[in-house]
DNA sequence: TTGAAAGCGGTACCAT
DNA sequence: ATGGTACCGCTTTCAA
């Protein structure tokens, strides 16, 4: 399809001293002036024949044999797997990224789905980061931590709802959604109330710590919780709601705005009428979810701006073994609408 | 060594040295049993103090200087920069990197947003990974390409709608939902088809290619479309939906599920009856669209088995220098339900 | 069965 | 203003 020549099968990389060959020059001058080296000068001429020679042979210089000489690397990895949370944790991650980025600090995601916390743990540190932020939903042991301390990590830190020993806690406790929801519907005067949660595994991380809270604010005045497994699909949700006359619950707090609007479609077709008989409320503050009728309540969440976060690294990445700082991100806020 | 008072205790990472003095064998030995070598036998009691003595130290090998050595990598790169797409899309990466880490590669993403093109694809070279994919929604330019299979690649792939001069191309054609969603509203015999464009930007590659495929299928009937900017935003919605009598549509095909129930909405709001009006569809088949009423017609997206494909890009791998391959992924077909 | 040594690609110190 | 060279951590002959 493509009537472009094939590239010979074996083609030679071309390294720094291929352009010293070229230009006529050391490999020293090369890597001066190829990294504007201030503290060498070097002819005018000189710079233009080795940027030339660089640029003639498409020479990219090998970040293994950069970082493995200097001892070290400007690179933060990024452990993902299927983050779940929602837009403001995928907009959260992409403004850190540019941020690190803007502190010239090289960001690499790694896949690490399928592997234990240890495994994964050693894979990262393998690249020998300088940076680590593990996300929520990623296991973290503290013997992980160990591991890429011990292998040259200056910051290790994590994001989830628990602090983990010897490495820096930036949380979000996703708890306070499930707070903030159940205190909301306390208020309202609901005493008995369902937590919709999600049976897909990748949700498990954050719709545990959501029943959590929950649960802790339920507790706190005597009301009580009661935990809905759901699938997400309309036909696990169709059975949940023909069992609820059974279930004797007032209000749902649902593990986000898609399964609270799987539910309360299922509630209605079943003849539970929202909120009259009960009460619904989601998590994300998703625009869908002003969509249908009733109008969804939901819990908001505001994550902390992600460049202090990206200065704050680059502080722990220059002035290492300052003691664990913790901190928590997550702001969480009710949007009363119809439904609840 | 550390008499730099600037530097407070530096923590030395182990090496592969200090493994081997702690174990009273050579560095060479050390390298042997950790690898499992086969062509060497090393003896039992020596296999075993040099095991204690890597787990004793928390020796994690050096994958810079390892695979500078070996003059190669096995880690593939996948640029990732806000993949949009929804579910299938995102189901699709995951599976195709637990099927590349399968076959024993290292899977990475780079954020690539604010770069151009070839800084991206310089910066990716740096890496010297033996792959890279690149999905959707990432450029690649013929000159990017030819940076990275001469700074080593063996395969280079694109996922996007239009194949890159000397990439391989396992093209993923967005243009195939335009087509399909159109060809749809004409069969119910509407002729003059609004489509909507998210102004956001990160949408814009999918939606340009929707676009395209709307416009050649209708061109090819000689129908009328009428691309409709639109922010996800209610009011966004509704300023439009305002503007419907004159705009002298029957139909609307949005750019995916949420847009089309966000317009939906706007345009039941407004007086307009859909599909007795104007008929509507969108497309990935997201479940929420069930939950509205009318029910929304949408455009369902297949993507072929991602393990094949790690599969494929292992044999480029190991026999590199092939004819670029070019294949389709993607098919669509039409689910009809309540709102076309 | 184990060790000594070369060398992968770059950087930086010390000569010239 | 440049060039020679040692060395970062690891693998892999070749010798012992």
Redesign the pocket.
């Known amino acids: 399809m493509s009537q472009l020549p094939q590239q010979p099968a074996e083609v030679s ?1 071309p ?3 291929d352009v ?1 060959r070229l230009a ?9 002036v ?2 504007n ?1 201030a ?5 005018d ?2 710079r233009r024949r080795v940027r030339e020679a660089a640029l003639q042979l498409g ?4 970040a293994a ?2 970082s ?4 070290h690397s400007r690179m933060v990895l990024l452990p993902s797997g299927h983050i779940p949370g929602g837009p403001p944790h995928q907009y959260f991650f992409e403004e850190l990224q540019s941020g690190l980025r803007r502190l010239d600090y090289t960001v690499v995601q790694y896949g690490s789905l399928g592997l234990t916390a240890d495994e994964a743990a050693t894979a990262w540190a393998e690249l020998r980061p300088v940076a680590v932020v593990v996300p929520p939903g990623i296991e973290l042991t503290p013997h992980g931590t160990g591991i890429l301390t011990r292998s040259g990590a200056k910051a290790v830190i994590t994001l989830g709802p628990d602090p983990v020993p010897g490495a820096h806690g930036l949380v979000m406790d996703q708890r306070r959604v499930g707070v903030s929801a159940v205190e909301h519907l306390l208020v309202r005067g609901r005493r008995h109330i369902g937590v919709v949660m999600p049976e897909e595994p990748c949700r498990a991380s954050f719709s545990e710590s959501r029943l959590a809270g929950a649960r802790r604010a339920a507790e706190a005045a005597g009301a009580r919780v009661c935990p809905l497994p759901l699938r997400y699909e309309e036909e696990s949700a169709h059975d949940l709601a023909a069992r609820w006359p059974d279930l004797g619950l007032d209000a749902v707090f649902a593990y986000n705005d898609e399964y609270a609007m799987l539910m309360m479609r299922a509630l209605q077709d079943a003849g539970v009428a929202v909120p009259a008989d009960t009460a619904v409320i989601g998590a994300d503050d998703a625009l869908i979810g002003r969509l249908l009728r009733p109008r969804l309540s939901s819990v908001r969440m505001e994550l902390a701006m992600p460049q202090p976060l990206a200065e704050t690294i680059d502080r722990m990445v220059q002035h290492p073994g300052g003691s664990p700082v913790h901190h928590d991100l997550l702001r969480t806020s009710v949007v009363h609408r119809e439904s609840s």
Chains 1, 2 share one sequence.
């Open positions: 990389v390294t720094s001293a010293a006529g020059v050391s490999r020293a001058t090369v890597s001066y190829l990294n080296n503290t060498v000068r070097i002819s001429p000189t020479y990219v210089p090998h044999a950069r493995l000489r200097a001892g």
